[in-house]
């Protein structure tokens, strides 16, 4: 197996592709001010299932909401929260008005209950008729914390205690066996109840009795999805997850993290195509580059004086924020130095030495926390292709600038070009997210692990 390892293998292997859902208004802060975006889609449901419904007809495998339970990390003065109201809540009403899509959401190891995050789910996944995926973290951040009247806990006990809960959580799944539900109206027979048992397990961290009332979808149970990129997380994910939702600004770190991510996997007896590494995507598709520019200065440019202060530390040079309109000069770009502490400095330099004017190096995305596309269709699907191929990813999550039409664009623009190349699916393979993913069965716990 060791040469499964760093494999890009199988010539018919086509990428995965989510779309990250957060406040629903896109990956931009200005992106709640554009014009033609309705101010208050922080709370529109129907906003978010409209947004869903367009990922769903470019055939995506699944939309990833991502939560950081209860923290304000914007600025609330002119920023919207980065989070959905309530994620649950959210993929409940897409669950509804969608048929195909994997509804993917993160729910914290550290500030729930197993017994809450089991049923939720597992509920959501009957639902949908099986297109859920639980994103398993753990949380970090004191801000998270104070939510709940506590301090962050030390890393080996949010991963103990993650450890535990994920085992749990799936015990807790299996408890309702798979035959056990036989509704006969003529017989009476409701359930046959040997098949539906406690599971009793009591850990270091967290316990439940069980069983859970909840029979099978129709894929089982819930996906385990992980982000993170820590040992730690190797060691989760390598051990439970189907996908890893990641980020990374270059091929060889997305490389390196990908093959983290599998040799883990295999060091618990898994076969590590069946763990998928899927970093991050940012884009902004117009007509060609410039419209693309234009479109992210409207979207940001009020910001750029005060980013102007972070490239100058990514370039080690003096900028001046009042000279926007000017490319760098040769005096400055002989000096410049990308930042060893940064890895986004490689690619902003490579930017400013094409010419552009300080406006357009920052409105290329440059300090943004992905790789960041602005410009056409094809230049999104290059970067996808050329990761793909490399073996640094399996796949890629998207984050439009704004959702209300950058997600058509997508659609649309990019698409298209995949499946042209033969990189991307043209129709979904069946009706889960197991079948869309291509994990292998599994309902309770995994017997290898
Ligand atoms: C791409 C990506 C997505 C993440 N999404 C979430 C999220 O939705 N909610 C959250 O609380 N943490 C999220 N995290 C944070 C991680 O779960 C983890 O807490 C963080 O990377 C710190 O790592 P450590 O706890 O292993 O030290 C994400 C991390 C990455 C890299």
Redesign the pocket.
């Given at each position: 197996m060791k040469e499964k390892l760093d494999t890009v293998s199988g010539t018919d292997r086509k990428m995965l592709i989510g779309l990250h859902l957060g406040n629903g208004y896109g990956s931009q802060p200005g992106a709640w001010r554009m014009p033609w975006v309705d101010p208050q889609s922080y709370t529109s449901f129907d906003s978010r299932v409209k947004q869903a419904q367009a990922a769903e007809r470019g055939k995506f495998q699944f939309i990833f909401l991502?939560?950081?339970?209860g923290a304000v990390i914007t600025d609330i003065a002119s920023e919207s929260p980065a989070?959905n109201l309530d994620v649950m809540m959210t993929l409940a009403a897409v669950a509804r008005e969608t048929s195909r899509i994997g509804l993917v959401a993160?729910g914290?190891t550290t500030f729930n209950e197993p017994f809450n995050l089991a049923r939720q789910f597992k509920a959501l996944d009957v639902m949908s008729h099986g297109r859920v995926g639980w994103?398993a973290?753990?949380?970090?951040?004191d801000d998270?914390a104070a939510n709940y009247g506590t301090r962050i806990p030390s890393?080996e006990d949010?991963?103990g205690r993650a450890h535990e809960a994920i085992q749990l959580i799936q015990a807790l799944w299996g408890s309702w066996g798979k035959e056990a539900w036989v509704h006969n109206q003529e017989t009476g027979q409701f359930a046959d109840k040997d098949k539906i048992r406690p599971i009793n397990l009591q850990g270091k961290f967290v316990g439940s009795r069980g069983p859970l009332y909840i029979p099978p979808s129709e894929q089982g149970q819930p996906i385990i999805f992980?982000?993170?990129?820590?040992p730690?997380?190797h060691e989760l994910a390598g051990r439970f997850a189907n996908v890893v939702?990641?980020?990374a600004f270059t091929i060889e770190d997305a490389r390196a993290q990908r093959n983290a991510f599998r040799a883990s996997a295999m060091s618990y007896g898994r076969d590590p195509d069946e763990i998928k590494y899927i970093?991050?995507l940012m884009t902004t598709i117009a007509k060609d580059r410039r419209s693309a520019l234009d479109r992210r200065i409207e979207l940001g440019g009020d910001l750029f004086p005060h980013k102007t202060s972070y490239l100058q530390q990514m370039l080690g040079i003096q900028l001046d924020p009042l000279r926007m309109n000017e490319p760098l000069s040769k005096a400055q770009l002989d000096a410049a130095r990308p930042s060893r502490y940064d890895p986004r400095s490689v690619n902003a330099l490579k930017i400013a030495k094409e010419g552009w004017s300080l406006r357009d190096i920052l409105a290329h995305g440059v300090i943004d926390y992905h790789p960041v596309i602005v410009g056409p269709g094809e230049e999104a699907a290059d970067h996808m292709q050329e990761w793909f191929e490399a073996g640094a990813a399996d796949g890629f999550?998207i984050s439009a600038d704004v959702n209300s039409d950058g997600i058509d664009a997508f659609v649309d623009e990019v698409i298209p070009v995949l499946q042209k190349r033969g990189l991307f699916h043209k129709d979904y393979e069946g009706k889960t997210l197991r079948e869309h993913l291509g994990a292998p069965d599994q309902y309770g716990l995994d017997p290898r692990v």
């Amino acid at each position: 197996m060791k040469e499964k390892l760093d494999t890009v293998s199988g010539t018919d292997r086509k990428m995965l592709i989510g779309l990250h859902l957060g406040n629903g208004y896109g990956s931009q802060p200005g992106a709640w001010r554009m014009p033609w975006v309705d101010p208050q889609s922080y709370t529109s449901f129907d906003s978010r299932v409209k947004q869903a419904q367009a990922a769903e007809r470019g055939k995506f495998q699944f939309i990833f909401l991502p939560d950081g339970p209860g923290a304000v990390i914007t600025d609330i003065a002119s920023e919207s929260p980065a989070f959905n109201l309530d994620v649950m809540m959210t993929l409940a009403a897409v669950a509804r008005e969608t048929s195909r899509i994997g509804l993917v959401a993160t729910g914290s190891t550290t500030f729930n209950e197993p017994f809450n995050l089991a049923r939720q789910f597992k509920a959501l996944d009957v639902m949908s008729h099986g297109r859920v995926g639980w994103n398993a973290i753990t949380s970090s951040g004191d801000d998270v914390a104070a939510n709940y009247g506590t301090r962050i806990p030390s890393s080996e006990d949010r991963y103990g205690r993650a450890h535990e809960a994920i085992q749990l959580i799936q015990a807790l799944w299996g408890s309702w066996g798979k035959e056990a539900w036989v509704h006969n109206q003529e017989t009476g027979q409701f359930a046959d109840k040997d098949k539906i048992r406690p599971i009793n397990l009591q850990g270091k961290f967290v316990g439940s009795r069980g069983p859970l009332y909840i029979p099978p979808s129709e894929q089982g149970q819930p996906i385990i999805f992980h982000a993170g990129g820590s040992p730690n997380a190797h060691e989760l994910a390598g051990r439970f997850a189907n996908v890893v939702i990641g980020a990374a600004f270059t091929i060889e770190d997305a490389r390196a993290q990908r093959n983290a991510f599998r040799a883990s996997a295999m060091s618990y007896g898994r076969d590590p195509d069946e763990i998928k590494y899927i970093p991050g995507l940012m884009t902004t598709i117009a007509k060609d580059r410039r419209s693309a520019l234009d479109r992210r200065i409207e979207l940001g440019g009020d910001l750029f004086p005060h980013k102007t202060s972070y490239l100058q530390q990514m370039l080690g040079i003096q900028l001046d924020p009042l000279r926007m309109n000017e490319p760098l000069s040769k005096a400055q770009l002989d000096a410049a130095r990308p930042s060893r502490y940064d890895p986004r400095s490689v690619n902003a330099l490579k930017i400013a030495k094409e010419g552009w004017s300080l406006r357009d190096i920052l409105a290329h995305g440059v300090i943004d926390y992905h790789p960041v596309i602005v410009g056409p269709g094809e230049e999104a699907a290059d970067h996808m292709q050329e990761w793909f191929e490399a073996g640094a990813a399996d796949g890629f999550w998207i984050s439009a600038d704004v959702n209300s039409d950058g997600i058509d664009a997508f659609v649309d623009e990019v698409i298209p070009v995949l499946q042209k190349r033969g990189l991307f699916h043209k129709d979904y393979e069946g009706k889960t997210l197991r079948e869309h993913l291509g994990a292998p069965d599994q309902y309770g716990l995994d017997p290898r692990v």
